[in-house]
C-alpha cells in the first residue's frame, strides 16, 4: 500500500499543490470569516469574505500553473568526486514564463539529493549537486518545485528518469606518488652504467640511437663512442589493492588510491590499476583510464 500511494505521487507530467504555512493561515481566516458572516448574518463581512476567495483561487490557480506547461527534456549529471561539486543540465521542452525560481531534486535508491540552482533560462536550468557518498548511482526522479509567485501555495511536479552517474571516493588533501605502501613506482631509477673500455662511461658505438653518441668525444679523437652513465627508463606506476575488511580502513584505503590515480594523471605518469583477483587496467595516462579506474573504484 505504502508503495503504491509512494507511486501515485509520482505520476508524470501531473502537478500536486497544497498550502504552504501563511496559505494555510490564509484559508483558516477565510473560513472563520465565512462562518461568522453566516453566524452573524452580515452581509458586508459575507461581501469581503467572498472577495477574499475569489483572490485565494486565482492565487492558487496561478501557482499550479506556474508549473503546468513545464515539459522535461532529458538530464546530464557529470561523475566526480565525493565532496565535489559536480554540474548539472536540464532541458526543457517548454517552460512558463519568469520567474523560474524553482526548487530542484535528484530522487533515486541512493537518497535525495538536492540541486543547487545557478542559471535559468528559458529553455535550459544548469546548477550543481554535492554527493555525500561513493558509489554507482541511479536517478530515477527530478523533481522541481515552487511557492511562486505569491508564496501561499506550493506546487511540485515529478518527471521519471533513467540517469546514472558514479560518485568517486573524495580525494585527499595532501599528494605524493610514495605515499602508498602498494604502489610500486617503475622506471625513474638510476643506475651507474660503465663503459667496457678505458674511458669511464663509453663504449664503442654499435649502431645505437644516434642520440647516445659522445659527440665531444667524436670531435676530440674521431671515434664513435656511446654514452652509457646514467641510465633513465619510462615512468610506470603500478597500483594494486587489496581492500581491507574494516569500513573506515576500506573508505581511508580507497580515497588514497583515488589521490594517488589523479596525481599520476595531472603529471602524465601512465600507471596500471589491478584489484586482487579481479580488474586490470593500463597502462596508460589517458583521461578515460582514469575514469575507469575511478569508476571500479567507486563500486568497490
Known sequence: MKTWIHRQFRKKSRVYIIPTRMGGYLNGL?????????????????IFTLFLLSFNMIWLVQTHFHL?????????????HVGESLP???????????????????????????MTTLEEEG?????????????????????????????????WIFFPLNET??????????????????????????????????????????????????????????????????????????IKIDLPADHDLKENYLKSIATKMVDAYRQQIPFTFEITGSV????????????DCLKDLSVC
Not at 514564463?97 to 535508491?109: A, C, N
Not at 549537486?129 to 541511479?138: D, E, F, H, S, W
Not at 586490470?280 to 575514469?291: N, Y
Open 123 to 155: 529553455h535550459q536550468s544548469t546548477g550543481e549537486v554535492i554527493l555525500k557518498k561513493r558509489g554507482r548511482l541511479n536517478w530515477n526522479f527530478l523533481r522541481v518545485e515552487t511557492t511562486l509567485p505569491f508564496g501561499l501555495y506550493r506546487t
Open 88 to 114: 548539472v543540465q536540464i532541458r526543457w521542452k517548454k517552460s512558463p514564463d519568469r520567474p523560474l525560481q524553482w526548487s530542484i531534486v535528484l530522487e533515486g535508491p541512493c537518497g535525495i539529493v538536492e
Open 30 to 46: 477565510i473560513f472563520l470569516m465565512f462562518l461568522m458572516a453566516v453566524g452573524y448574518a452580515n452581509n458586508l463581512l459575507l
Open 165 to 238: 552517474s558514479f560518485a568517486y571516493p573524495a580525494l585527499l588533501k595532501t599528494t605524493g606518488l610514495g605515499a602508498l605502501g602498494q604502489t610500486q613506482l617503475e622506471g625513474q631509477v638510476p643506475q651507474e652504467r660503465k663503459g667496457s673500455e678505458d674511458i669511464r662511461d663509453l663504449s664503442p658505438y654499435r649502431g645505437e640511437e644516434s642520440r647516445k653518441i659522445s659527440w665531444k668525444h667524436f670531435a676530440r679523437s674521431g671515434e664513435l663512442y656511446v654514452k652509457e652513465g646514467t641510465e633513465w627508463n619510462d615512468q610506470h606506476i603500478h
Open 280 to 291: 586490470k587496467r593500463g597502462p596508460s595516462s589517458q583521461v578515460r583510464h582514469l575514469e
Open 68 to 80: 503546468h506547461a513545464l515539459k522535461f527534456d532529458g538530464l546530464s549529471i557529470k561523475n566526480g
